[in-house]
Every structure is written in C-alpha cells, then in structure tokens.
DNA sequence: GCACGCTTACTGAGTGGTTAGTAAGTAGTC
DNA sequence: GACTACTTACTAACCACTCAGTAAGCGTGC
C-alpha cells in the first residue's frame, strides 16, 4: 500500500516492495502470480473497511450523507489511504490499467448510494426528475475526491471536512427548496 | 500529449513520444534536455489556453462561474485534454513527481480565481466569514476535478456540466441566503 | 521416534526486455 | 566556419517474471 500510494502502480517497483515487506522480489512473487494481482488483492483487502464496502444495513439518508462527512474529516489524519487511492484511481484511466474495472465499479456503486442517501433525505416524491439528484449525487462523489487531490498538494490550503459539508448542505437545501 | 494522458508520466516512454513524433528517442533530447523538462514543457504550453491561464481581463462574478460550466461541457468533447489533466494532477502528488510544484501552483491560482468570482457574485459584505466562501471556492474547483475522472472512466454515467452547475448554483444560493 | 512423501515458503541466479540519458558523428544551412 | 538538427550507437540501470533449488514443517506408517 505505501508504496503504490508513494509511486503510483506504473512506478511502483517489486523490488522496493519486497523491501519493505522484508523478502525478496521473487517472494513477492510467491504469493501474488503478478504485478497486477498483488493490486487488485490490495484493493480488495481495503475496501471491506471503506465506505463502498458497507453493506445493506448502512445508514440512510441525513445520517449517510453525515458519515461522508465524517469520513472527509477522518481522513484528514490517514495521509497514507488518501494518497493510495487518489493516486491509483486517476491512474486507472491510463491505458490498459489494472485497476480500471475495480474504480469503475466503485464509482458506480458510491453514485447509487449516494443518489439513494439523498432521495431519503430530501423526502422527494414523483415530483423530482431523477437526472437532478443524480447530478447532485456525482457532485457529491466527485468533491470529495478532487479535494484530496489538492490537499494531498497543499494540506494548509484545504479543509476536506469544512468543503465537502458546505456542498452537502448546500445541495440538499436546493434540492428541497426545487 | 497523448502518450502522458495515455500512460502518466511515469510510464510513458520517450521511445513513444519520439514515434509519434516521427523522430528517434535522442531526437527528442535534442529539444528538451530531460524527459522531466519535456512534462513542464508540455504544461506550459497547454495552460496558456485553459482557465487558468486567464489573465486579469477575465469574466467576473457569476459571468465567470458560467464559464467553468462552459468549460465543463466543453470539456465532454476534449477526451484528450480532460485525460491528461486527471491523470497527471493526481499522478503530482507521488514522491518526486517533476509536475507537483507546477499543480500547487495551479490549484492555488483557480482557488483564488473562484474565491473573487464568488464573493463577487454574492455580493458578500464584510459580513460573510472568509472560510465559508473559501469553502465553496476550493469545492467548486475539487467537484471540477472529481468528475472528469468518473466521467472517463463511464462517460454515459457523468454529465460533467450539469453537476457542475447544480454545485455551483446551490453553494451561490447558500451563501446568498446564510 | 523416526523415516516417508508432500506442501509451503522462500532465495539466488538468471532472462529478455525497456529505460533515460550520453557521446560522437553527419548532413544541411547561414 | 559555425550552428542547427538530427542519427546511430552505446551505457548503466532497472523492470517483471521464471526457474531450479533449499530448508523447514506436517501428517502418516511402522
């Protein structure tokens, strides 16, 4: 993990990972066949602990939106699985990457949560066109990835918690009031 | 251009670089003294017609919030540009990345951008706090960011404009009315 | 209590390929 | 005669991955 978040996975070396695992290069391959499996098997390991990994007994509505940002402020003190996953998941738009279908899928999974966590919220009816909390729903998603990105950069300069708050508020009160 | 936005920085050669531009890989060197110098380069030139690159004859107030969601629906038909973006701004933050002083940069430039075009468009007095429009500002900029990634990774799933607009429409109303 | 085959957990030494960068040379232009 | 625009040829490092071997542990038979 600290070394794919360090390098990204392009970069990433075997040899620098075996190091600090404390084996060598070939006993890095012993338990993972390749490369690529050794970032998937990473990938999946983290998610069971994530948001994306919670299962149909997640909270709802205010409650959900509440623990995003609960989650931005908690990561504020978890450099290292920030780093990690705003690395790869850009990354993964490179060609032929490993980790495409793993941030497709995670993308699609926290946009219907998301999407699902607002309805509740916002009590909406048949009233709502569903393109606009969908809309709200990837704004949501897509803040809080982009503010890692530049406070990973300048971490004085950002306040994950304080931003990714502001928008919810801000959304649900215009989704209400439209 | 395209092989950064295809393959990163880090995995992208200058073999390939040099084949697309119909030259040998020392041909390249010839023009740019190191591949680090070739990235800056290549930045340098792209930011002269991007936002960011927008001088103090810019749009102001709500008229410049209009033009990020220009820009984002324009950017729906720029794959290209959009990739090498995403993958090179979050691939900044890995250690000793040569484009990481070049995206603080930026970052902090479009936040200061957006932070005058809001409180501009509010019309804020002195009696708004600073860190509630700092906090939409640097939102408006990371929910840019966030989508473009989700958006090439399920360009069917994101509207890049309309998410951006609905942020930008409910963080306007919200501190109109706070 | 100990030899038996089987499995697990590695290491060391490669293989074949790719990497950025350098050095020297050449053809053409001003 | 100097400069630009390259090329060919090279170097030294690094890459993922393979393969053959070794050492230790384990359940079974006697």
């Known amino acids: 993990m600290e070394t794919f978040a360090a390098r990204g996975y392009g970069k990433a070396s075997l ?3 075996a190091d600090r695992a404390g084996l060598t290069q070939a006993g890095v391959l012993h338990y993972f066949r390749s490369k690529a499996n050794l970032l998937t098997e990473v990938l999946d390991l983290r998610d069971t602990t994530d948001i994306a990994g919670l299962g149909p007994e997640r909270p709802r509505g205010l409650t959900f939106l509440q623990h995003l940002v609960d989650t931005a402020r908690h990561n504020a003190e978890r450099e290292g699985i920030v ?4 690395v790869l998941s850009a990354e993964s738009v ?3 990457h490993p980790a495409q279908d793993y941030f497709r ?3 699609a ?3 219907g949560f998301v999407t699902e966590a607002l309805t509740e919220a916002c009590d ?3 009233v709502h066109e569903d393109v606009d909390v969908e809309s709200a729903a990837n704004a949501i998603v ?3 990835d982009g503010l890692q990105v530049q406070w990973l950069l300048d971490p004085e300069a950002v306040d994950m918690a304080a931003s990714t708050e502001s928008v919810i508020k801000a959304l ?3 989704l209400e009031a439209g």
Not at 83 to 86: E, F, H, I, N
């Open 142 to 144: 897509a803040v809080m």
């Open 105 to 107: 899928n995670r993308y």
């Open 109 to 111: 999974g926290l946009r």
């Open 15 to 17: 040899a620098e990972i």
């Open 83 to 86: 780093r990690l996953y705003a």
């Open 172 to 174: 649900v009160a215009s």
């Open 94 to 96: 490179t060609d032929d």
């Open 124 to 126: 909406l009816g048949e």
